[in-house]
């Protein structure tokens, strides 16, 4: 599976963003797909998940209210509609896939295919 992150810039406080990841290689809607960030110094850490069919979603608490996750299986395609930013949400932000189409998982280790990551950066 290969997976292409884009949609990363520059932002200000309190603006959007919407990341959008591209997957190929495999069939799209038998993936979950989560969202991860990494900070300079810090662990990659996880964002938000959505389940293989869009069914159910689950986000860190961090994001939860301001973060979306949403997939378009035909287009073989998740997003990432970032809200209410804040210069801590700065990161390089990772999509990620994982072949148990029925998990929702949180942790690094249940990803089996990774992306490029797409760099956000959020002025105060």
């Known amino acids: 599976v290969q997976l292409q992150a884009s949609g990363g810039g520059l932002v200000q406080a309190g603006g959007s963003l919407r990341l959008s990841c591209a997957a190929s290689?495999?069939?799209?809607?038998?993936?979950?797909m989560g969202w991860f960030r990494q900070s300079p110094g810090k662990e990659r850490e996880f964002v938000a998940v959505?389940?293989?069919?869009?069914?159910?979603?689950y986000y860190a608490d961090s994001v939860k209210g301001r973060f979306t996750i949403s997939r378009d299986n035909a287009k073989n395609t998740v997003y990432l509609q970032m809200n209410s930013l804040k210069p801590e949400d700065t990161a390089v932000y990772y999509c990620?896939?994982?072949?148990?189409?029925?998990?929702?998982?949180?942790?690094?280790?249940?990803?089996?295919?990774w992306g490029q990551g797409t760099q956000v950066t959020v002025s105060s």
């Open positions: 959505i389940h293989s069919s869009g069914s159910s979603t």
């Open positions: 290689g495999r069939t799209f809607s038998t993936l979950a």
């Open positions: 990620a896939a994982d072949r148990s189409p029925l998990r929702v998982g949180v942790r690094r280790q249940q990803y089996d295919y």
